[in-house]
């Protein structure tokens, strides 16, 4: 029997129709899987083999990665980001945007540790720029109240740069020297930040953080006055608002919170990194 | 030597007329494009990322093209048979064999010439409107980039040809010379990586000291790769004692078609 004209129509025609009736008929199992925040970042051994033993083009593609989808993301969905910054930072750790978007974003954002990280590691591979054992410096004072480490790094940050010698140098000394961190001048830092920014998602992102930091002054600006008023050390949070000198406590947009430790206000550090995700 | 010479410049004439120019023209215009687009997405160093991103490509596709080169010219002719023929005139076999690699290594070195010229001026125009605070380096580290480049490049081809002399099927030349490719450029980074990876692999200590007979069959082809000089424009960012890696890479080409030229003149055509 030849396969032609109608005949060959036809069972054409009745094999495509079981190919469709099955391709739409069967449903994938359900798998039971555990819930898991944020999606998947390859290790670098293994991104290294995927891009072919190229480890340079694993580190742009993922910076892209973060770049176009990072920005405004904080809070619990930024574990994803972290893992992706240090990821870049393994492979190619002289990365300029990574280290620059890793500090102003993670180190923001609640990820301390994971961006202190990621800045030591641009300052041993980029032996000649100032910038990164600043922003390291910096990083240290505010969050860490690393006092003598901070003024370390400033220091290093002042023998790479003739221009800005002794500026870096006066920066150190007045963080050995444990003057309170400011956050108005932090603020001011990244908003000078946000404006170099060519990137419009970096700089929803920084803005983000830049209300995060409104509400730790508004914190403590209203300390300030409750201890100027009543005459003694705010001994609660709560007292803010039961003596009237707050209506209500600011809301942090990276959705992380503030905390009040030693009688400080500070903000609250993403503590549990990983799987687990953050619980609240 | 006249007959290597003539050998040589038939190798080339014959890879000039599998459409090289249309090729390096398409090449030329993708690494633009590719390096042009990928300078968008930085906001701060958008030369260096155009360059990095431009340097993979060339590293990427110059080599698979050395490799096809190679086997159309030595696999694909035992496949034909014209090997016949061409093995008729009066010269070893030896000869023949260098001469081919010979004019692929240069075909290559060209194209790769030209597509780091390509590459420069797109860098120059893609950073042109933003001051970075650390500039690329075209000139001298430039240069060294690419030639270490085309010394990687030389050692997959030698790779390619030692497969050709015994290979009895043309695509084996293409598979294992890109797998040679990939493993002799991944081996050292990602044990360097595992190394720092400590929730990724329990004992990385223990796979380093296992993988470090690697080191003495595999070249460390990851270390020919130098662009950290020309992206951050720092020249102390060269690994320590560079005449090794040249060495390194010469003399495992010589060993490569030295097994070739062996295998070769034994080689049985039915």
């Given at each position: 029997?030849?396969?032609?004209?109608?005949?060959?129509?036809?069972?054409?025609?009745?094999?495509?129709?079981?190919?469709?009736?099955?391709?739409?008929?069967?449903?994938?199992?359900?798998?039971?899987?555990?819930?898991?925040?944020?999606?998947v970042?390859?290790p670098?051994?293994?991104?290294?083999a995927?891009?072919?033993?190229?480890?340079?083009?694993?580190?742009?593609?993922?910076?892209?990665?973060?770049?176009?989808?990072?920005?405004?993301?904080?809070?619990?969905?930024?574990d994803?980001?972290?893992?992706?910054?240090?990821?870049?930072a393994?492979?190619?750790?002289?990365?300029?945007?990574?280290?620059y978007?890793?500090?102003?974003?993670?180190?923001?954002?609640?990820?301390?540790?994971?961006?202190?990280?990621?800045l030591?590691?641009?300052?041993?591979?980029?032996?000649?720029?100032?910038?990164?054992?600043?922003?390291?410096?910096?990083?240290?004072?505010?969050f860490?109240r690393?006092h003598?480490?901070?003024?370390?790094?400033?220091?290093?940050?002042?023998?790479?740069?003739?221009?800005?010698?002794?500026?870096?140098?006066?920066?150190?000394?007045?963080?050995?020297?444990?003057i309170?961190?400011d956050?108005?001048?932090?603020?001011?830092?990244?908003?000078?930040?946000?404006?170099?920014?060519?990137?419009?998602?970096?700089?929803?992102?920084?803005?983000?953080?830049?209300?995060?930091?409104?509400?730790?002054?508004?914190?403590?600006?209203?300390?300030?006055?409750?201890?100027?008023?009543?005459?003694?050390?705010?001994?609660?949070?709560?007292?803010?608002?039961?003596?009237?000198?707050?209506k209500?406590?600011?809301?942090?947009p990276?959705?992380?919170?503030?905390?009040?430790?030693?009688?400080?206000?500070?903000?609250?550090?993403?503590k549990?990194?990983?799987?687990?995700?953050?619980?609240? | 030597?006249n007959?290597?010479?003539?050998?040589?410049?038939?190798?080339?004439?014959?890879i000039?007329?599998?459409?090289?120019?249309?090729?390096?023209?398409?090449?030329?215009?993708?690494?633009?494009?590719?390096?042009?687009?990928?300078?968008q997405?930085?906001?701060?160093q958008?030369?260096?990322?155009a360059?990095d991103?431009?340097?993979?490509?060339?590293?990427?596709?110059?080599?698979?093209?050395?490799?096809l080169?190679?086997?159309?010219?030595?696999?694909?002719?035992?496949?034909?048979?014209?090997?016949?023929?061409?093995?008729?005139?009066?010269?070893?076999?030896?000869?023949?064999?260098?001469?081919?690699?010979?004019?692929?290594?240069?075909?290559?070195?060209?194209?790769t010439?030209?597509?780091?010229?390509?590459?420069a001026?797109?860098?120059?125009?893609?950073?042109?409107?933003?001051?970075?605070?650390?500039?690329?380096?075209?000139?001298?580290?430039?240069?060294?980039?690419?030639?270490?480049?085309?010394?990687?490049?030389?050692?997959v081809?030698?790779?390619?040809?030692?497969?050709?002399?015994?290979?009895?099927?043309?695509?084996?030349?293409l598979?294992?010379?890109?797998g040679?490719?990939?493993a002799?450029r991944?081996?050292?980074?990602?044990?360097?990586?595992?190394?720092?990876?400590?929730?990724?692999?329990?004992?990385?200590?223990?796979?380093?000291?296992?993988?470090?007979?690697?080191?003495?069959?595999?070249?460390?082809?990851?270390?020919?790769?130098?662009?950290?000089?020309?992206?951050?424009?720092?020249?102390?960012?060269?690994?320590?004692?560079?005449?090794?890696?040249?060495?390194?890479a010469?003399?495992?080409?010589?060993?490569?078609?030295?097994?070739?030229?062996?295998?070769?003149?034994r080689?049985?055509?039915a």
């Open positions: 029997m030849k396969l032609t004209g109608r005949t060959g129509c036809a069972l054409l025609l009745a094999a495509y129709l079981a190919f469709a009736l099955g391709a739409k008929g069967f449903a994938p199992p359900r798998l039971q899987a555990a819930e898991v925040p944020g999606s970042v390859l670098a051994p293994m991104q290294t995927l891009y072919l033993g190229d480890r340079y083009l694993a580190a742009n593609v993922e910076t892209t990665r973060v770049l176009t989808t990072g920005g405004p993301i904080a809070g619990i969905a930024q994803y980001f972290d893992r992706l910054h240090m990821t870049v393994a492979l190619n750790p002289c990365h300029e945007d990574n280290y978007v890793a500090n102003s974003l993670m180190a923001w954002g609640g990820s301390v540790d994971p961006a202190l990280d990621i030591r590691a641009a300052t041993r591979c980029r032996f000649w720029d100032e910038l990164p054992p600043f922003f390291l410096g910096f990083d240290l004072n505010f860490k690393e003598r480490l901070a003024k370390e790094a400033l220091f290093e940050a002042a023998a790479r740069s003739p221009e800005s010698r002794t500026t870096f140098q006066r920066i150190g000394l007045m963080y050995e020297a444990e309170y961190p956050p108005r001048m932090a603020q001011a830092f990244l908003k000078a930040q946000r404006d170099q920014a060519r990137d419009g998602r970096l700089r929803q992102g920084l803005d983000i953080r830049i209300g995060r930091l409104a509400g730790l002054v508004t914190l403590q600006d209203a300390q300030a006055d409750y201890e100027r008023r009543f005459a003694q050390p705010l001994q609660s949070p709560n007292d803010l608002l039961t003596r009237g000198v707050l209500a406590f600011p809301t942090d990276v959705g992380l919170g503030y905390v009040f430790e030693d009688g400080r206000f500070a903000l609250r550090e993403m549990i990194r990983g799987i687990e995700g953050v619980r609240k | 030597m007959s290597l010479l003539a050998d040589f410049r038939l190798a080339v004439l014959l000039a007329r599998s459409r090289l120019w249309l090729i390096a023209a398409s090449l030329a215009g993708l690494l633009a494009s590719i390096a042009w687009l990928s300078a997405f930085s906001p701060r958008p030369a260096t990322v360059l991103v431009g340097l993979s490509f060339i590293r990427l596709v110059v080599p698979v093209l050395a490799v080169h190679i086997q159309e010219l030595l696999a694909r002719e035992v496949d034909r048979r014209q090997i016949l023929t061409s093995l008729t005139y009066p010269r070893s076999r030896a000869v023949f064999l260098v001469a081919r690699y010979a004019a692929v290594v240069a075909v290559a070195a060209g194209l010439l030209l597509l780091a010229m390509v590459l001026g797109v860098v120059g125009l893609a950073g042109g409107g933003y001051k970075q605070s650390t500039p690329v380096a075209l000139g001298l580290p430039y240069a060294l980039t690419i030639g270490s480049a085309v010394l990687d490049f030389a050692v081809a030698a790779f390619a040809t030692a497969l050709a002399a015994v290979a009895t099927t043309p695509n084996l030349v598979l294992g010379g890109i040679f490719m990939i002799a991944s081996a050292s980074t990602i044990v360097q990586l595992l190394e720092r990876e400590h929730d990724l692999v329990k004992g990385a200590q223990w796979y380093q000291q296992g993988l470090q007979w690697v080191q003495w069959i595999l070249p460390d082809l990851a270390a020919l790769d130098v662009r950290p000089v020309a992206l951050y424009g720092k020249l102390e960012m060269l690994p320590q004692a560079p005449w090794a890696l040249v060495l390194m010469l003399g495992y080409i010589s060993v490569l078609l030295i097994l070739a030229c062996m295998r070769f003149e080689r049985q055509f």
